[in-house]
C-alpha cells in the first residue's frame, strides 16, 4: 500500500512539474508574440499559436490573459532567443532552444550543464545539422477520421499524419492525430486546420533528428541526466537529440 502510495505520488509530482514548466515555457512564448506583433490574436498568428497551445496543456484562461497584458507593458522585461548546440557523452547531439532576459546567464548555465554531464557546448552550426526542422500539430482524434484527414491536408502540406497517445496530468490516457510538415509549410497548414475548425491541441516548429544513437544501461541513464538538467531550467523552451 505505501509503495503504491509513493508510486502514484512520484508520478503526480513528476506531472506537476511538467504543467509548472509548460505554463512557464508558454508565458514567455505569449510575451515574445505580444511584443513582436501585438496582443490582437485575429491579426497575430504567433500569439494565437501560443494561445492555442496555453489551451493544449490547460494552462487556465486568466494565466494566459494575464501574461497579455503584463507584455502590452512597456515594464516587461524583453526575452531573446537563443539556440545552442553541442554534445552529449557518446556521442548524443543536442539543440536547446531558450528564451532569456540574460543571455549570459544562460549561457552560463547551459556550459555548466554540459561540463558536469561529461558533455560540450559546441558552436552555431556544429550539432544542428543532424536535425531538420518540421512543423508538428498535434490534434484531439475524437470524431476524424485518419486516412481522410491525410487526404484533406495534403494540399496543405501534410508529410506525415499518424495516431498518438499520450498521458494528461491527471495520468488518463488521450488520443491524438499527429501531422507533420515541412518547415516552410508550417503557416499554410495552420491556416488550413483553423479553417476546417478542427480542434488542434498543440502547434510547434520542432528539430526532428535524422539519424539517432542507441545506448543502455549507465550510458543511457549519463544522458538521460544531462537532457533533464537542460529540461528543468527556466530559460529553455525546448531540448533536441538525438538519442534513439
Not at 507593458?73 to 532569456?100: C, F, L, M, N
Not at 523552451?237 to 534513439?244: D, E, I, P, S
Given at each position: ?88 557523452p557518446h556521442g548524443v547531439a543536442i539543440v536547446i532552444e531558450t ?146
Amino acid at each position: 500500500m505505501g509503495r503504491a502510495f509513493e508510486f502514484r505520488k512520484g508520478r503526480k509530482m513528476k506531472r506537476w512539474d511538467r504543467m509548472s514548466k509548460d505554463f512557464t515555457r508558454i508565458g514567455r512564448e505569449i510575451v515574445m508574440a505580444v511584443k513582436e506583433s501585438g496582443a490582437n490574436p485575429d491579426t497575430n498568428s504567433r500569439l494565437r499559436t501560443a494561445m492555442q497551445n496555453a489551451k493544449g496543456v490547460n494552462m487556465p484562461k486568466d494565466r494566459v490573459e494575464a501574461a497579455i497584458k503584463r507584455a502590452s507593458s512597456k515594464e516587461e522585461k524583453d526575452y531573446t532567443e537563443v539556440v545552442y548546440e553541442g554534445y552529449a557523452p557518446h556521442g548524443v547531439a543536442i539543440v536547446i532552444e531558450t528564451a532569456t532576459d540574460n543571455p549570459t546567464r544562460t549561457v552560463a548555465n547551459v556550459r555548466m550543464y554540459f561540463n558536469r554531464g561529461n558533455g560540450a557546448l559546441g558552436t552555431a552550426g556544429s550539432s544542428d545539422y543532424t536535425f531538420t526542422r518540421k512543423g508538428v500539430f498535434k490534434l484531439a482524434a475524437e470524431g476524424l477520421d485518419l486516412d481522410e484527414l491525410e487526404l484533406e491536408l495534403i494540399d496543405a502540406g501534410a508529410e506525415e499524419v499518424y495516431a498518438d497517445q499520450e498521458e494528461d496530468e491527471h495520468g488518463a490516457v488521450k488520443d491524438y492525430i499527429v501531422v507533420e510538415t515541412a518547415f516552410t509549410d508550417f503557416g499554410q497548414m495552420q491556416k488550413a486546420l483553423e479553417e476546417k475548425g478542427l480542434n488542434v491541441v498543440s502547434a510547434q516548429l520542432q528539430r526532428v533528428a535524422n539519424t539517432t544513437v542507441h545506448l543502455e544501461g549507465d550510458e543511457l541513464e549519463e544522458v538521460m541526466n544531462l537532457i533533464e538538467k537542460f529540461e528543468e531550467d527556466d530559460d529553455v523552451q525546448a531540448v533536441y537529440h538525438t538519442l534513439g
